[in-house]
């Protein structure tokens, strides 16, 4: 029992979510029962999906502080960074709930201009981002050459675009190929670069795309149907 309702619960709301769509439909009025039903829940399911998150995030901060407390108090490996989490990550909710230099009272914006969040967020987290992103040009670098190492005739052509794209994106690689007239601007890195990113990516990534959302049907009626019983924590 303590499986089967649940089981039941992400069944029928599963029906109801893909049979949604074909009732709710603006030229129909909302005439009869079945349109009236659906109407309400593709009005509500997504407040109360928001509510289930809410309390997902509250579990997840809760996993941390256990999971870092737990890690600082038996000076597991790399305890002072777990020590350094929990305090940013106190400091950040505690300024955040109380909303600390912005406008008081439950109403008030937490992205206020003055608010100390939004002081932390423009001088320390954006920063500490574009850092990050900046040190991981290099670890893509060094892993494009590791993996694209000239062994067959597909890696010599992963690395060449690689190669292209990465060039192509800075100034040094629009002035080293510059030189070249209108009529093989084509070749241009920068030029060259662009086409890689709009053409054969973007073909690529629909592609990709097509095939996550076949698994993300196949997955939905697994679930729907419970086939699936993994995501309730049993046995396949």
Do not use: C
């Given at each position: 029992?303590?499986?089967?309702?649940?089981?039941?619960?992400?069944?029928?709301?599963g029906?109801?979510?893909?049979?949604?769509?074909?009732?709710?439909?603006?030229?129909?009025?909302?005439?009869?029962?079945?349109?009236?039903?659906?109407a309400?829940?593709?009005?509500?399911?997504?407040?109360?999906?928001?509510?289930?998150?809410?309390?997902?995030?509250?579990?997840?901060?809760?996993?941390?502080?256990?999971?870092?407390a737990?890690?600082?108090?038996?000076?597991?490996?790399?305890?002072?960074?777990?020590?350094?989490?929990?305090v940013?990550?106190?400091?950040?909710?505690?300024?955040?709930?109380?909303?600390?230099?912005g406008?008081?009272?439950?109403?008030?914006?937490?992205?206020?201009?003055?608010?100390?969040?939004?002081?932390?967020?423009?001088?320390?987290?954006?920063p500490?981002?574009?850092?990050?992103?900046?040190?991981?040009?290099?670890?893509?670098?060094?892993?494009?050459?590791?993996?694209?190492?000239?062994?067959?005739?597909?890696?010599?052509?992963?690395?060449?675009?690689?190669?292209?794209?990465?060039?192509?994106?800075?100034?040094?690689?629009?002035?080293?190929?510059?030189?070249?007239?209108?009529?093989?601007?084509?070749?241009?890195?920068?030029?060259?670069s662009?086409?890689?990113?709009?053409?054969?990516?973007?073909?690529?990534?629909?592609?990709?795309?097509?095939?996550?959302?076949?698994?993300?049907?196949?997955?939905?009626?697994?679930?729907?149907?419970?086939?699936?019983h993994?995501?309730l924590?049993?046995?396949?």
């Amino acid at each position: 029992m303590r499986r089967l309702i649940p089981r039941l619960i992400l069944t029928v709301v599963g029906v109801v979510l893909v049979l949604t769509p074909f009732f709710v439909r603006p030229e129909a009025g909302g005439r009869g029962p079945l349109p009236v039903f659906f109407a309400y829940a593709d009005e509500n399911f997504s407040v109360w999906f928001n509510v289930l998150a809410v309390f997902a995030f509250i579990l997840g901060g809760a996993n941390l502080l256990r999971t870092h407390a737990l890690r600082v108090r038996e000076r597991g490996r790399d305890w002072p960074y777990s020590l350094l989490t929990l305090v940013a990550f106190t400091a950040v909710l505690v300024l955040g709930l109380f909303k600390v230099g912005g406008p008081p009272g439950l109403q008030g914006s937490v992205s206020h201009g003055d608010s100390a969040l939004t002081w932390i967020f423009d001088w320390i987290y954006m920063p500490l981002k574009s850092t990050l992103f900046a040190l991981l040009a290099f670890f893509v670098a060094s892993a494009a050459y590791r993996a694209f190492r000239l062994r067959s005739w597909e890696a010599s052509l992963l690395l060449a675009a690689a190669f292209v794209v990465l060039i192509g994106r800075t100034p040094f690689g629009v002035t080293l190929t510059a030189w070249l007239p209108n009529v093989l601007r084509f070749l241009r890195l920068d030029e060259l670069s662009i086409w890689i990113m709009k053409v054969p990516n973007t073909a690529g990534w629909r592609s990709i795309l097509i095939g996550i959302s076949l698994g993300v049907v196949a997955m939905s009626l697994r679930l729907i149907l419970g086939i699936e019983h993994a995501v309730l924590g049993g046995r396949r």
